[in-house]
């Protein structure tokens, strides 16, 4: 069964740093895009970057210049590396990935999630 697993996330103070990691598993096939998603309370879920199989990437507005996404494809592993946070940047954030398993074919993974709180 494919599994996606996030660490990183914690408390920092605003203008701190976290690295978010999140590694995938199961019998896969292969991995096209990978993204990360936040969700704050009352809030709907919403794209902080992605990052395709050719290291394309895309980054919501809200954090363009202050995080960066990558992936280490022999490790199945994304992660995202958050520099000048924002108290605004406190969500559950989401790791998320577009994978061919071996038995079923092409679907969309969902991490648990981790936690993000940053304090003024």
């Known amino acids: 069964q494919v599994q996606l697993v996030e660490s990183g996330g914690g408390l920092v103070q605003a203008g701190g740093s976290l690295r978010l990691s999140c590694a995938a598993s199961g019998s896969i096939f292969g991995i096209n895009t990978m993204g990360w998603y936040r969700q704050a309370p009352g809030k709907q879920r919403e794209l902080v970057a992605r990052?395709?199989?050719?290291?394309?990437?895309n980054y919501a507005d809200s954090v363009k210049g202050r995080f960066t996404i990558s992936r280490d494809s022999a490790k199945n592993t994304v992660y995202l590396q958050m520099n000048s946070l924002k108290p605004e940047d406190t969500a559950v954030y989401y790791c998320?990935?577009?994978?061919?398993?071996?038995?079923?074919?092409?679907?969309?993974?969902w991490g648990q999630g981790t936690q993000v709180t940053v304090s003024s």
């Open positions: 990052i395709t199989s050719g290291r394309t990437t």
């Open positions: 998320n990935a577009n994978i061919w398993a071996v038995v079923t074919g092409w679907d969309d993974y």
